[in-house]
């Protein structure tokens, strides 16, 4: 479905990606089951996965575009003499876009393990 879907979307950035990261000019002419598997291989930043998930730029360019306009924000903010401060476009980024980090849970034994799960799932 992967193979499908990536071609149904934008075949010119689906042979980008696959040249770019394989070296393969013609997947065409590979067996249906190889081009799923290097369909499915790509990684999640490739030109056509990040199309597929609507996403319009590159996550590292996001960031250096942020960097960008809060740099921009700041000077802006420093030289008009107000006394709010401008939101920070990173900050929103690692807020809204960047999954946020979870607490990490560790348990001393199996019991211990168990006493919990039983706890978070009601059984």
Known sequence: MIL????????TAFYCDIAEVYGILEW?????????KLAAGLPPDSRIAL?????????PMLVLQSILIDE????????SGS?????????LIQ????VPEKEIQTFKSGREFDAAWAKATGN
């Open 51 to 59: 199309k597929v998930a609507g996403i319009k730029t590159r996550p």
């Open 72 to 79: 921009v924000r700041a000077l802006r903010y420093g030289l």
């Open 4 to 11: 499908a879907t990536y071609v149904d979307v934008d075949e």
């Open 95 to 98: 807020k809204e876009i960047l």
């Open 28 to 36: 065409e002419k590979l067996p249906v089951r190889i081009a799923a």
């Open 83 to 91: 006394k709010k401060e401008p939101v920070m476009m990173i900050d």
